[in-house]
């Protein structure tokens, strides 16, 4: 289908201002389903960031001092204009990074949904009095007031999975908590991240208390981490990236939103219909390009062959084509994605699994593809593909799925499929990650539920009120009458 967005050749938001590079280079963006050429984005030197942050420092000093009401309806407007231009944002976005057009949409609107709930959530972001002869020796003349106050500038790292949405869950609860914000988005994803802070400055965004800064991380990546004007990150992205930001932002907060190699556990008693349907919606929407998307199953022998069936009928249900198109399976982000999950295919293939359906690729558009009878030998047993390829693993029973399930080197989301819930939480206690789902696929959300990895996937947590919390400090003033 043709293009029907015109090209956006981007600037950069500086202290209020769209402008150019100084240094007049430019990063062009094409389209992963197509190859056209969407439109291009500023390469900044790190002066250019120096001027960035130093404009964010200096904002900060007024905006942490408005009323919150103030910062409060800006966000409100902000969510506003996001759902006037859902449709002209959504576009943008399956283009740039191949997301089936209602998917889009519904980002967009989610935002928006998101934004309105920080900015309530934060209205209800107090403090507390302290007595001091609540301890024992302390004396009753003594109150503490504890009062959250922002950390200062914020730099939020953004995906291209969700360049809007998960953006924007980092600029909101910055901003209304008083910080400002230094916002590098991924370069794919970046027009679309663009767009969404058009909206927030033609809601009415103070100068300077957002800063969009795009280039090259080779040139201002570390520059961003390490500078000392920064005094937060929250990031999300792959976890050797996370674990690089992680090492050198050191005395700073950092939040990371890492990898995952969610497992699906499924027990002998598990309605097989209901877990397949969820298996493959965990494992397939977005082609797998999902920090949560399910990434490998354990099912028991006895129920296996049975389970297999059910997934491999649904999987062959799935539509290939284009974003445009609403298909199930679009293109992968680029060649070099399509490429390393090709080679967990071809290595698992090797090695003796069984191919089921799929192991088609065009481009970086690959069919969905399963493989049954995977062991821990296999790449594809332990690597995150982040592209439509799921394996199934054969246990005997429940403690061999979590001693599996626990040796890998993530710790993201787990789905656990059985009809005995009490079954199922005491496995849930077993298995080291952030969060587990009964009976259903392992998902971000509800945006207002914590969200969380362990191991390499992730540090800190996120959600609208842990988010809150996590860009806001405690200050405590001591009263002695």
């Known amino acids: 289908m043709a293009l029907q967005t015109e090209q956006f050749n981007a600037n950069i938001l500086r202290n209020g201002e769209w402008v150019e590079s100084r240094t007049g280079e430019r990063i062009s963006i094409s389209a992963p389903a197509s190859g056209v050429a969407l439109g291009s984005i500023p390469a900044l030197s790190q002066e250019e960031v120096n001027d960035a942050i130093q404009g964010a420092k200096d904002a900060q000093k007024i905006w942490k001092i408005r009323p919150i009401h103030e910062r409060v309806d800006l966000l409100y407007a902000w969510a506003d204009l996001l759902e006037e231009r859902k449709e002209i944002i959504g576009e943008l976005i399956m283009h740039e990074v191949a997301k089936p057009k209602k998917s889009a949409i519904g980002e967009v609107s989610r935002t928006a949904d998101i934004i309105r709930h920080t900015a309530d959530e934060a209205l209800r972001l107090n403090g507390e009095t302290l007595k001091g002869d609540q301890f024992k020796g302390g004396s009753s003349k003594k109150i503490a007031l504890v009062e959250r106050e922002p950390l200062g500038v914020v730099l939020a790292i953004s995906p291209f999975n969700y360049p809007v949405n998960l953006a924007a869950a980092k600029i909101?609860?910055?901003?209304?908590?008083?910080?400002?914000?230094?916002?590098?988005?991924?370069?794919?994803?970046?027009?679309?991240?663009?767009?969404?802070?058009?909206?927030?400055?033609?809601?009415?965004?103070?100068?300077?208390?957002?800063?969009?800064?795009?280039?090259?991380?080779?040139?201002?990546?570390?520059?961003?981490?390490?500078?000392?004007?920064?005094?937060?990150?929250?990031?999300?992205?792959g976890t050797t990236t996370g674990e690089r930001?992680?090492?050198?932002?050191?005395?700073?907060?950092?939040?990371?939103?890492?990898?995952?190699?969610?497992?699906?556990?499924?027990?002998?008693?598990?309605?097989?219909?209901?877990?397949?349907?969820?298996?493959?919606?965990?494992?397939?929407?977005?082609?797998?390009?999902?920090?949560?998307?399910?990434?490998?199953?354990?099912?028991?022998?006895?129920?296996?062959?049975?389970?297999?069936?059910?997934?491999?009928?649904?999987?062959?249900?799935?539509?290939?084509?284009?974003?445009?198109?609403?298909?199930?399976?679009?293109?992968?982000?680029?060649?070099?994605?399509?490429?390393?999950?090709?080679?967990?295919?071809?290595?698992?293939?090797?090695?003796?699994?069984?191919?089921?359906?799929?192991?088609?690729?065009?481009?970086?558009?690959?069919?969905?593809?399963?493989?049954?009878?995977?062991?821990?030998?296999?790449?594809?047993?332990?690597?995150?593909?982040?592209g439509p390829v799921l394996p199934i693993i054969r246990v005997k029973d429940a403690n061999e799925a979590i001693s599996l399930s626990n040796q890998s080197d993530y710790g993201l989301q787990a789905s656990i499929f059985t009809k005995d819930t009490d079954r199922a939480i005491n496995i849930g206690k077993h298995l080291e990650v952030g969060t587990v789902h009964i009976n259903a696929k392992t998902e971000r959300g509800p945006d207002h539920f914590p969200f969380l990895g362990v191991k390499k996937s992730g540090l800190g947590v996120q959600g609208i009120k842990p988010s809150l919390l996590s860009m806001t400090r405690e200050r405590v003033t001591v009263l002695n009458l």
């Open 172 to 237: 909101a609860p910055a901003l209304v908590t008083g910080n400002t914000v230094v916002f590098k988005p991924a370069t794919q994803g970046s027009l679309s991240g663009i767009k969404m802070v058009e909206a927030l400055a033609d809601a009415g965004a103070p100068e300077g208390i957002i800063q969009v800064v795009t280039g090259r991380g080779s040139v201002i990546g570390d520059h961003l981490v390490e500078h000392p004007g920064i005094d937060m990150i929250t990031f999300t992205g």
């Open 245 to 386: 930001i992680s090492e050198k932002a050191k005395m700073i907060p950092v939040v990371l939103e890492l990898g995952g190699k969610d497992p699906a556990i499924v027990l002998d008693d598990a309605d097989l219909k209901l877990t397949a349907s969820q298996i493959v919606s965990g494992a397939f929407s977005y082609s797998g390009q999902r920090c949560t998307a399910i990434k490998r199953v354990f099912v028991q022998d006895s129920v296996a062959d049975q389970l297999v069936a059910n997934i491999k009928e649904l999987v062959e249900q799935l539509t290939v084509g284009s974003p445009e198109d609403d298909a199930d399976i679009t293109p992968v982000i680029d060649e070099k994605s399509a490429a390393f999950i090709q080679g967990l295919i071809d290595d698992a293939l090797e090695n003796g699994a069984t191919l089921l359906s799929g192991n088609k690729r065009q481009g970086n558009l690959l069919s969905p593809t399963l493989l049954d009878d995977v062991t821990p030998a296999m790449r594809v047993a332990w690597e995150e593909p982040f």
